[in-house]
């Protein structure tokens, strides 16, 4: 057996095993779905950048950086601002609502603050359409993973996969998925460092990359690489701005056991996600100039960049913790999501139409197997449709969450209508220019996405809707969400 | 573009550090600061000359390269969680804040509580 297999066998037995002895701490939905708010700033940071990054940052985004070189890097730069602005913006607010408001997910917040079951229902409805799509694609590439490790067949290895995620997200939810986080935060943290590391010495230091990628191509260095000024500032713009509108990371400040160690989760947070997205920078450039140099074949698909770096320039214990951390970087992700959309299903869908679950927590795993399957399913269907079902999931979540959730929650003027009007803006406008551009019908001009429009769309008509709603038809705020709103 | 997308980065910033309605002022010089920072570095990438196989390297990258990626990335990164940290408790979030806002739980809400205890949470033991 190889090194890489023992290595896959050994992180899949961890991640079992904590999600076993998380089962026996899962007593109510209250775990299920928020770890009974326990966590610690350093489990909250680590549980948040598990979230955060998927298995794009160890594959796609590293052959992104090879494909169309600096300009790629504008997806990971807001990164320095995005999480003290989380912290600002959506943490402390959310964290506080959890205070006065016995809240579990995301559309909790947007029912209370805009005293609105629709908008609660909508802003669900909005969620699970991008967990479906979103947790297909991750599941897809997981099962890539395996099946390049274990060889076992890709219909397999997507099984496996989501059997493996199943397993911990269904018995010790949410608590399983934050202790799994942290275990599998560090193996990524770690991972991506020395990868960086290797990058830079195989290339022969940073300084003989750029010299190397100078001489013989230099646009690739260019601040904007390969993309024109306007596309690279349109990702520094939505991955900005949007990092305010996913839920499954903001689902997360719920959990903090005590709002006042919110003071450090930027820092730890901050410190954690700059180590991990090394491997996004570190790799894309070393790949490059290794090709330049004569030293790597020209890529067949930039999504090899890492895998073939891994195979010829690294060693082999490395390659196998690199297996370990892509299958952690989706599998952390998978987890929220599942989580995410079962306390939808479980919660939100049923509040929207005046009603309650009886049993939180026996329905919380329901739908968790049950959306784990769908999504399983569907990764198996065709590529293109999987890919075509993960292109909308991140900007779904920020067209219709940003303005409603991280302005809203910040702004007295934000009104119900404008809420109710920005999530239907969001998901429509979403939903229709993706599959416009998905079937050809229509193409953007360059460094335009539907994400960005979108996102604007959604932004405009809140403001707008909300500054002509009168006054005196807007509901007075309840003094508890006042005083969430005005700490 | 690059002024209007610090524009807006920085007000959603504003909106989030205002406590009733203004911003403590250590907390605008950083990000008055931060802004500077993500302005004036992307129209220096804007505006510089392309650089060349002998050009000089800044920390070892081409310098408008290098002024995006340490500049607008890595200063940021830097100064805000640290900022954040350091004036917490006096511009975020100390005791007195929360135990107001845990002063202002309306009886529905403890209703609600026990509502969704009853219906939701308490499945223990099931």
Request: aromatic share 10%; hydrophobic share 55%; charged share 10%.
């Amino acid at each position: 057996m190889s090194v890489i297999a023992v290595g896959a066998f050994l992180y899949f037995a961890t991640v079992i095993g904590i999600g076993i002895w998380a089962a026996g701490k899962t007593h109510s939905a209250s775990d299920f779905f928020v770890a009974g708010r326990s966590l610690g700033p350093f489990m909250l940071a680590f549980s948040a950048m598990a979230a955060t990054l998927s298995g794009f940052t160890f594959i796609g985004g590293p052959g992104l950086v090879y494909s169309i070189g600096l300009g790629a890097v504008f997806i990971v730069l807001p990164a320095a601002l995005t999480n003290t602005m989380g912290a600002w913006v959506l943490a402390k607010r959310l964290r506080l609502l959890a205070e006065v408001r016995d809240m579990i997910t995301i559309p909790d917040a947007i029912g209370a603050r805009y005293d609105s079951r629709a908008a609660q229902g909508l802003a669900a409805l909005a969620i699970l359409v991008a967990v479906v799509g979103y947790l297909a694609t991750n599941l897809l590439a997981m099962g890539l993973i395996i099946d390049a490790s274990l060889h076992i067949g890709q219909v397999q290895a997507i099984w496996i996969g989501a059997l493996v995620v199943l397993l911990y997200s269904a018995t010790g939810g949410i608590l399983a998925g934050v202790y799994n986080d942290v275990f599998q935060g560090i193996l990524m943290v770690l991972a991506s460092t020395l990868i960086f590391a290797f990058a830079l010495k195989s290339g022969g230091g940073l300084s003989e990359i750029s010299r190397t990628i100078l001489a013989g191509d230099p646009v690739f260095l260019a601040p904007w690489g390969r993309i024109t000024p306007l596309a690279a500032l349109s990702f520094f713009f939505v991955f900005g701005i949007g990092a305010l509108g996913q839920p499954h990371v903001a689902h997360k400040y719920y959990m903090l056991r005590d709002a006042r160690k919110l003071r450090w989760y930027p820092l730890l947070m901050t410190v954690a996600l700059t180590l991990t997205l090394l491997v996004f920078v570190g790799v894309g450039l070393a790949a490059k100039a290794l090709v330049l140099q004569g030293r790597m074949y020209p890529l067949a698909t930039p999504d090899d960049a890492t895998p073939t770096f891994l195979l010829e320039f690294s060693p082999l214990w490395l390659a196998a913790l690199a297996f370990s951390a892509v299958s952690a970087a989706i599998m952390s992700t998978v987890n929220s999501f599942v989580n995410i959309g079962a306390a939808a299903l479980t919660h939100d869908i049923p509040t929207a139409f005046g009603r309650r679950v009886s049993n939180g927590l026996k329905w919380g795993r329901i739908w968790t197997i049950a959306l784990t399957l769908i999504a399983a399913f569907v990764a198996q269907l065709s590529g293109s449709l999987v890919a075509f079902l993960g292109i909308f999931g991140w900007g779904l979540f920020a067209s219709t969450l940003v303005p409603a959730l991280a302005i809203g929650l910040n702004w007295q003027g934000a009104s119900k209508p404008g809420a109710i009007a920005s999530i239907v803006a969001g998901l429509v406008t979403t939903l229709v220019l993706e599959s416009l551009s998905y079937f050809h019908y229509f193409s953007f001009p360059s460094g335009v996405t539907a994400t960005a429009v979108a996102l604007v769309l959604s932004m405009i008509v809140f403001f707008s809707v909300s500054l002509l709603t009168p006054t005196d038809s807007m509901p007075v705020l309840h003094d508890d969400i006042r005083a969430v709103m005005e700490a | 573009m690059v002024v209007s997308i610090a524009l807006c980065l920085m007000g959603v910033l504003f909106l989030g550090t205002a406590r009733r309605g203004s911003v403590g002022k250590a907390t605008v010089w950083w990000v008055v600061l931060v802004f500077l920072v993500i302005v004036v570095g992307f129209l220096l990438a804007l505006i510089l000359p392309a650089e060349g196989p002998e050009s000089r390297l800044w920390l070892g990258l081409p310098l408008r390269a290098a002024i995006v990626l340490y500049g607008v990335g890595v200063l940021p990164l830097l100064v805000f969680p640290l900022v954040y940290a350091a004036t917490f408790a006096h511009q975020t979030l100390n005791q007195a804040d929360i135990d107001r806002v845990r002063g202002s739980r309306e009886p529905l809400a403890s209703d609600r509580l026990e509502d969704i205890h009853s219906g939701l949470a308490s499945s223990g033991g099931q």
